[in-house]
């Protein structure tokens, strides 16, 4: 299956069972975005409260606590604009959660946050501090340490490790080559192993 | 300490390296235990951060999505409407308030209509369509049961006041207009489960709103 967003890679796996986790179920998502589309508030207000969490969290993830709630509301008010392009070829999750990413990356260039964020060398594992064997850092949560990344390192991270695109499509999303995004991801994995339950 | 493995541990992990370098790699791993340290916890954090749960934001954003695309969340619906009514009877049927007002206004909208509301607002070309909803639909009970209720709301139309009456124009017109678009659609896509989804959805929306009007019209004749 695919489904193409303009800026957003084309995806090639069945992502729709991730969006179902979040969602009520095919049937009534699709019938919801039908009826939000010709201007149905309480049926969009349904997809929003379904779908909410999920998109926060990658929007969180992806950048950081203090522009999540702004960027997940754009995120639902473009959704809501574009509802009549949503042609109910995958799940509705699925078509919203390429948008957000859309609307992440878009978002990303627009603030500037990409300084410096494909960074290659090992310097970049320094902005994660280690845990020490005891003390207020062993507090720190995956998430927390997630957030200490470098942008670009946390963002391939975001994108390959918990939602499972591929290089070839993050290089594709994040204009960068191929071994960038997996030496990204490498980096952000071993500054990650260090905030690990022990 | 660091070897030139090490930098390919997370492509090993993922399957990306081809037959030779991964021959070569695990002949590595088999004689460098901080090679086979790294790569388990590789494999946590990708267990990791596989296992996180999604969480839903500390405050709920609708209320300012629902402004800024123009639609009315719950609680502000409901605010609304103890404000707009203040007659007990009407406060117990909140919900059905603006929904009966609303098909009022389109009873004092149509053509050679008489009645105290001068001020609403002249209807869309397309407001006289209403009156064809029985034609609209090859369902005879479903038209009679819209035919019955309009009547009733025509009965009870002049004691509803003219702001209701504008609201339930404005709500009947929004409900016929996705009606004749679902119909017009499914004249074409015939089989689309969607479409009559929605299309019954709609039918459902205009009868319960018409349902709602003609029992307050009613009760307060």
Redesign the interface.
């Given at each position: 299956m695919e489904l193409t967003i303009p800026g957003v890679a084309t995806l090639h796996r069945d992502r729709d069972q991730a969006a179902r986790r979040?969602g009520r179920g095919g049937?009534a998502e699709?019938?919801d975005a039908?009826?939000a589309a010709?201007?149905d508030?309480?049926a969009?207000?349904r997809l929003?409260?379904a779908h909410?969490?999920?998109i926060?969290?990658l929007v969180?993830r992806m950048m950081g606590p203090d522009q999540?709630?702004d960027v997940?509301?754009d995120v639902?008010?473009r959704a809501?604009?574009k509802l009549a392009t949503f042609r109910?070829e995958a799940a509705f999750g699925t078509w919203l959660h390429r948008l957000a990413v859309n609307v992440i990356l878009a978002r990303r260039t627009t603030l500037g946050t990409e300084r410096g964020r494909y960074d290659d060398s090992e310097d970049a594992l320094e902005v994660v501090p280690s845990r020490p064997g005891a003390g207020v850092e062993l507090s720190v949560d995956?998430?927390q340490a997630m957030g200490r990344l470098p942008d670009g390192a946390r963002q391939v991270?975001v994108l390959h490790?918990?939602e499972g695109y591929r290089?070839e499509e993050i290089a594709d999303m994040l204009g960068i080559v191929e071994g960038t995004s997996?030496?990204q991801?490498?980096h952000a994995?071993?500054a990650?192993?260090r905030h690990?339950e022990r | 300490m660091k070897d030139q493995w090490t930098?390919r541990?997370?492509?090993y992990l993922d399957g990306?390296l081809g037959a030779a370098e991964r021959a070569a790699l695990e002949g590595h791993l088999a004689t460098c235990a901080e090679c086979g340290a790294?790569l388990a916890?590789?494999r946590?954090?990708?267990a990791?951060?596989?296992a996180?749960h999604?969480?839903?934001?500390t405050?709920d954003?609708?209320p300012?999505?629902?402004q800024?695309?123009g639609?009315?969340?719950?609680p502000a619906r409901r605010a609304r409407r103890r404000i707009a009514f203040t007659v007990p009877q009407l406060a117990a049927a909140s919900v059905a308030l603006a929904l009966v007002s609303s098909a009022t206004a389109w009873l004092l909208i149509r053509p050679g209509a008489r009645g105290p509301v001068a001020e609403a607002p002249t209807p869309a070309p397309s407001a006289p369509a209403t009156l064809a909803t029985a034609a609209m639909y090859p369902d005879k009970r479903y038209a009679a049961q819209v035919a019955d209720l309009e009547r009733a709301l025509e009965r009870g139309r002049g004691q509803l006041d003219t702001t209701t009456v504008r609201v339930i124009e404005k709500n009947l017109r929004?409900i016929n207009r996705?009606i004749r678009?679902a119909q017009s659609a499914l004249a074409a896509d015939p089989a689309n489960s969607?479409?009559n989804?929605?299309l019954a959805?709609?039918m459902r929306r205009k009868l319960e709103l018409l349902r709602q009007a003609a029992a307050l019209a009613g009760a307060r004749s």
């Open positions: 979040s049937d699709t019938a039908a009826l010709a201007g508030g309480r969009f207000e929003y409260r909410v969490a999920r926060h969290s969180r999540a709630d997940t509301q639902f008010v809501w604009n109910a995956f998430e991270f490790d918990i290089h997996k030496s991801l490498h994995r071993m990650l192993r690990l | 930098d541990l997370s492509e990306e790294t916890e590789l946590r954090v990708v990791r951060a596989g996180l999604d969480r839903p934001p405050a954003l609708w300012a999505i629902a800024h695309i639609v009315v969340s719950l929004i996705a678009e969607y479409l989804l929605h959805q709609e």
